[in-house]
């Protein structure tokens, strides 16, 4: 079976699977979709160096195509978006925290995301405008509702490396000015639910979660960066 297309491997599959368990054959030819969150220290200077594809810090973005690097798109287009990251971060700190004591130098203060999916399908989606600006949509929104609107300092699309995928940055501040990542980024338990709300807010493109407690690679960042660097480069199609 090796090197047949997944369309073949679809209608291989379905001789082995009664016809009324479709539902489990979609999901084994289904795309995954990939959420990584982890909790930022420090100012966020080199991540926003990548992000923001800084000229003077190119070591940041290796692996990016300066041929297609003008596809990116800053999806936040406000204040937060027009600074320096490390800026941004301090800049909503300052206005959202209403804490008495001083903020620790080793305190978490923003939580970096990625957000993506199966090669193959994140292809897809972005080969459609359509489709790919309501991908883009709904993990913004996705990001807003699990870490607060107000605390997100880049949303960032980057369509000039081998799989489309998106870059935001939220500061953990509570309803109340606290900065708590505790709290806000949540334990192992929060981990896997809000794996499993995005891979519910996924679904509709045809990608679905990881086995629950799995330590594949495409539940990780280092999934879609392995891809990068094994595919060929892709041409790509610019959002509308």
Known sequence: MNGE?????F???SKLYPRNNQTSLKKLTMGYAVFHASKG????????AHIDRDESQKQTFKSADPERTHLNRDLLNNEFSKMKLEDAIKKRI???YTGKKAIRKDAVKFIPMVMTGSHKEMKEIFADNKKANAWVRANYEFAC???GKENIVRCTIHLDEKTPHLHIVAVPLTKD??????EIFGNRTDLSDRQTR???AMRGFGLQRGVVGSKAVHNSEGWYIAKQR?????ILNPLE
Request: glycine share 22%.
């Open 5 to 9: 297309k997944k369309g073949h491997l």
């Open 11 to 13: 209608v291989y599959l």
């Open 41 to 48: 220290s420090g100012g966020g200077g080199k991540l926003g």
């Open 94 to 96: 300052e206005e959202g």
């Open 145 to 147: 509702k699990e870490f």
């Open 177 to 182: 000015g606290r900065l708590s990542a505790k």
């Open 198 to 200: 995005y891979a519910d």
């Open 230 to 234: 094994e595919a060929d480069k892709a």
